[in-house]
């Protein structure tokens, strides 16, 4: 049985993957940051089975640090960075304004922490089954995205783009495959009710393209509907 570690699990498009993972017959180690309120990831690991919770907060090396030793020295297959936020108000990521406290701490949870979450779990990919590492980026961080709206977000998603091609090759000698994935703009707390498509429609659109993975496609930049997206 496969093994699945995800982060930000606890709603949005991690939740839908912890549930599409564990209905698929994968064993799901779910990390969030309060899973005593967690209440939907909790119902879907009473019913499952095969999900266990645990604590993390993705941008604290001691908290990661914890995380791995409560997981052990165990092999995991898929490890899926999801936990991620929008950075400071949409005003003040700009031109015109930038909170830049709130930029740092944009980076250092959707940049710096996905490296230190790949860094914690190297060598339990490396005991994996076709292992991947697999980040959720967006299409904003594409460099010819040309939107110019929220500068902290799109850099924190380019430059992870960046450090994760970065760290392919090394991983490839160790049989582990870089993906970024691009979940589609998703109906979440992130994304809004505006957004265009449901979080279960996203998780059922990345689960089989990250099954599809190989370490003949790494590193790749991927959309929730399968395609090549550009870097
Ligand atoms: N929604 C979209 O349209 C869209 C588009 C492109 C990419 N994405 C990406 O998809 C991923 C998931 O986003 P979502 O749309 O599902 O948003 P969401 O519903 O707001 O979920 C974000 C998740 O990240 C967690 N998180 C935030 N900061 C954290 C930290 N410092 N430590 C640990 N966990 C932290 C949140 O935990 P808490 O509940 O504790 O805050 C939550 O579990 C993100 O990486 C996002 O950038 C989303």
Redesign the pocket.
């Known amino acids: 049985m496969e093994t699945v570690l995800i982060?930000?699990?606890?709603?949005?498009?991690?939740l839908e993957l912890v549930r599409g993972f564990a209905a698929s017959g994968r064993h799901v180690i779910a990390c969030?940051?309060?899973p005593g309120e967690a209440s939907d990831l909790q119902a879907i690991a009473a019913e499952s089975g095969e999900v266990e919770v645990h604590e993390?907060?993705?941008?604290d090396g001691a908290s990661v640090a914890a995380l791995a030793k409560a997981v052990g020295d165990r092999a995991i297959d898929i490890l899926i960075s999801?936990?991620?936020?929008a950075g400071p108000g949409f005003q003040h990521q700009g031109l015109a304004d930038m909170d830049y406290d709130g930029w740092a701490e944009t980076f250092a949870?959707?940049t710096m922490a996905p490296l230190r979450v790949l860094q914690a779990f190297r060598p339990n990919l490396a005991k994996g089954t076709n292992a991947r590492a697999v980040t959720?980026?967006?299409?904003?961080g594409a460099i010819g995205f040309d939107m110019p709206v929220m500068f902290a977000y799109c850099s924190s998603?380019g430059a992870v783009n960046k450090v994760m091609r970065l760290a392919a090759p090394e991983l490839k000698r160790d049989g582990i495959a870089v993906a970024l994935v691009?979940?589609?703009?998703?109906k979440?707390?992130?994304?809004g009710p505006g957004?265009e498509i449901t979080?279960e429609a996203s998780a059922a659109g990345l689960i089989p393209v990250i099954d599809a993975l190989t370490l003949d496609d790494s590193p790749c930049f991927k959309t929730w509907e399968g395609n090549d997206h550009v870097w």
């Open positions: 982060t930000g699990a606890n709603k949005g498009i991690g969030c940051r309060a993390v907060h993705v941008s999801n936990a991620g936020m949870v959707n959720v980026t967006s299409q904003m998603k691009h979940p589609g703009f998703v979440t707390d992130m994304g957004a979080p």
